[in-house]
């Protein structure tokens, strides 16, 4: 499967936590797994926001979280 047929979306700006990794929102990959992995490893800015992964054609949303702040930060 060479079509990019997975979008990183957010509800806030997506920082990426994963070195190496310029994720924004609206961000299109091929692979569902690596995706997931990269949505599941990215915060938002400000915290609170929801980070999921759609499948472009279906519009069906595969993986989803929502974001909130750290008990460390208080």
């Known amino acids: 499967m060479h079509a990019q047929t997975y979008r990183i979306e957010s509800t806030h700006p997506i920082v990426a936590t994963l070195p ?3 994720v924004r929102n609206g961000s299109l990959l091929g692979s569902r797994e ?5 949505a599941a490893k990215s915060q938002t800015a400000p915290p609170g926001g929801i980070v ?11 993986y989803s979280k929502t974001l909130g702040g750290s ?4």
């Open 34 to 38: 690596l995706a997931i992995a990269i």
């Open 71 to 74: 008990a460390l930060d208080d």
């Open 52 to 62: 999921r992964v759609v499948h472009v054609p279906s519009g069906e949303v595969v």
């Open 20 to 22: 190496r990794t310029d």
